[in-house]
């Protein structure tokens, strides 16, 4: 979009959030996908002076499985401003036509900044917690991918099963997702950009572009083992990764 200004986008994106409307129509097919970036960053810091904290990063769109889905062909990034413990259960009401993704979620015990190498990322990672990404359906992502990224990604929350020791080898866990008793899909960790230690290497180059770096304490989501699913009323979701543990969610009936 020519004569872009930062400041003017967000201030329209956010009374338009004022107004729920997540994806606004007068910038239907006017965002590059840097100047989403700028647009969510200006959200995000007017999100965090209301009071919201920010935890971590997800990287999306890593997988062959979702970019078919979606139509895409490289990862993208939100913020993530808040998680829920493994059993947490939902109300209709709650979230707007969501969905699940089923990720690594890696804790970093120390700050990386720009160029990094794949075993300096595996070095800084301290922990590593199997989860589910709970994503909510806004607007259309494949028809309006920027206006996506400023509205973060899809991104709602994440659920969090127990901290266990990462893995040599992330790129073999296995994961098997179970909706309501019936197994769903399977994957493996080599799904996630061939190693999802790759999803921290390209968040690190990627944020040093806008000047912001990844800090200690923060979770990182690296991306979805297989395709993205709904979560309709009733259902019951666990994934179950190998050598890692387990993470579950429900939505009640009504």
Known sequence: MSGFDARTAVESFWAARGRREWFPAAWHGKLST????Q????LMERRLAGGERQIGWKVGLTSKAIQQQFNVHEPVFGCILESRQSGHVFAPADLISPGFENELCLRLGRDLAGAITQDEARAAIDAVYPSLEIIETRGNLTEQLALALADNAQ????ILGAAAVFPAHPETVEVRVVINGQTAATGT?????GNPLNSVVWLAAKLGEFGRSLKAGEIIMSG???RQFPINPGDT???EFSGIGTVETSMTAA
């Open 34 to 37: 840097d100047q989403a970036y």
């Open 39 to 42: 647009v969510l960053f200006g």
């Open 155 to 158: 991104q709602k929350t994440v």
């Open 189 to 193: 960790g080599d799904a996630v950009l």
């Open 224 to 226: 979805s083992f297989t």
């Open 237 to 239: 979701i666990r994934a």
